[in-house]
């Protein structure tokens, strides 16, 4: 080799390893700030002081979480943040045992004006089952707290998470822009209340793949102001099913508009895919929805539309939802229905939905046929088409 040439190699691999120091990201392990993985020893106050190191790093930060069991009682991550951060996390967070300890705070775990954060990784156990039990025997309870929300932040991953025993939701995205989702589990019984799986709202362009949500209330609740929605590879059950509300509570709402479910599957939940409004005055609404490639097995309601929603008749005086809904196709829907009406569009009789297209629906109930039931809809259909179309 001549001096000239070996002088070049000297260079280029001189320059690779620079290179390489210098995309060396920043890393911040909670240990080094004193937090304890016995699930007793409070470490919120080091988990924020990990989250002020990386918050302030110029080069991308990586805050590590080792495993075993971290106690965090209610707390926030704040941005915005000088650089990128990954969240992330071989352990499990839980919440105090005493269900107080959140419940009157709305969250535990709050991200809220960060960008480019993702989060890989990780258990979350809210421990609830105390804070259910409370609000099933009907003694006076704080209102509860989710597990884990983004607020106003955007260009987030959640990969790879697991939450068990929400108090109330278990993950929430809150006015966020470019949100993936994938990957994620969600547990709780059947009969915990309020325990969202993913709940959404003011946000767009959230994606949501490769989850699976059982809980004991809806998997995946949409919620005012979602635009560009893309849902695939879901599994839902037990649960509520993929619902577009409750909208329509206000006069004034933002509407729900481009979302797409695709195939997922629902086993033994209460509904499949659900579009729910309060039967009160509003100009909300819901538009260009996709439903194709669902299997349902022994699902209550897979397709429903209900907007004559009014618990205990109290506060519709109209009796009447504003919101109108239009343009939602379902297509390729298979499977058993659990109870004999499969298909329910019940809508508005001031604002009667529109542009409601089936194509391709087989549903069955006890091995025969099931019915479906039309108020106030209009629409077309193709295809093979069980239960009946009454559009
Ligand atoms: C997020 O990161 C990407 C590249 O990793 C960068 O281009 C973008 O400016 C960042 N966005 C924000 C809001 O920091
Ligand atoms: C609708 O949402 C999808 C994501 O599901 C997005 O790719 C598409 O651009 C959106 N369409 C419009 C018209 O915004
Ligand atoms: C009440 O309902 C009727 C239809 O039954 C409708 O014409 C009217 O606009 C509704 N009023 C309000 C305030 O929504």
Redesign the pocket.
């Known amino acids: 080799m001549s001096a000239r040439s070996s002088n070049i190699t000297f260079f280029v691999i001189m320059s690779m390893a620079f290179m390489l120091m210098s995309s060396t990201k920043a890393v911040f392990n909670v240990l080094n700030y004193g937090a304890k993985t016995d699930g007793a020893t409070d470490s919120t106050s080091p988990f924020l002081k990990a989250w002020a190191a990386a918050c302030g790093s110029t080069a991308a930060a990586t805050i590590y979480v080792p495993k075993g069991r971290f106690l965090l009682k209610a707390v926030v991550f704040r941005g915005p943040c000088k650089s990128?951060i990954t969240v992330k996390v071989d352990g499990t967070l839980v919440a105090p045992l005493d269900y107080w300890a959140l419940g009157n705070s709305g969250y535990w775990i709050l991200f809220i004006q960060v960008?480019?954060v993702t989060l890989l990784g990780g258990s979350l156990d809210a421990r609830a089952a105390k804070f259910w039990a409370c609000r099933n025997s009907g003694q006076s309870c704080p209102p509860g707290a989710r597990s884990i929300t983004f607020n106003w932040a955007?260009?987030i991953t959640i990969s790879g998470l697991t939450s068990i025993n929400s108090q109330l939701s278990h993950i929430v995205i809150n006015s966020c822009n470019n949100v993936l989702v994938k990957n994620v589990k969600t547990y709780a019984p059947d009969q915990s209340p309020n325990t969202d799986g993913i709940h959404i709202q003011g946000s767009t362009g959230v994606t949501i793949s490769g989850s699976t949500l059982q809980t004991g209330d809806d998997c995946i609740s949409i919620g005012p102001g979602t635009k560009n929605l893309f849902m695939t590879n879901i599994k839902c059950g037990p649960g509520h099913g993929v619902s577009i509300g409750s909208l329509g509570w206000t006069m004034t709402e933002v509407g729900v508009q481009n979302l797409t479910l695709t195939n997922s599957v629902f086993i033994g939940s209460d509904n499949g895919v659900r579009i729910k409004t309060w039967a009160r005055p509003s100009n909300s609404f819901v538009k260009n929805v996709l439903f194709a490639n669902l299997i349902m097995s022994n699902v209550k309601n897979p397709i429903i539309i209900d907007q004559d929603y009014c618990p205990n008749n109290a506060g519709c005086p109209n009796q009447s939802s504003g919101v109108k809904i239009s343009g939602v196709t379902y297509k390729n829907i298979q499977g058993t229905s659990a109870t004999q009406n499969a298909v329910i569009f019940e809508c508005s009789k001031s604002k009667p939905c529109s542009g409601i297209r089936l194509q391709d629906i087989k549903l069955t109930y006890m091995n025969k046929a099931s019915s479906s039931s039309c108020t106030n809809v209009g629409g077309s259909s193709s295809g093979v088409l069980i239960p009946r179309s009454c559009l």
Do not use: F, P, R
Request: hydrophobic share 0%.
């Open positions: 990128s960008n480019n955007n260009d």
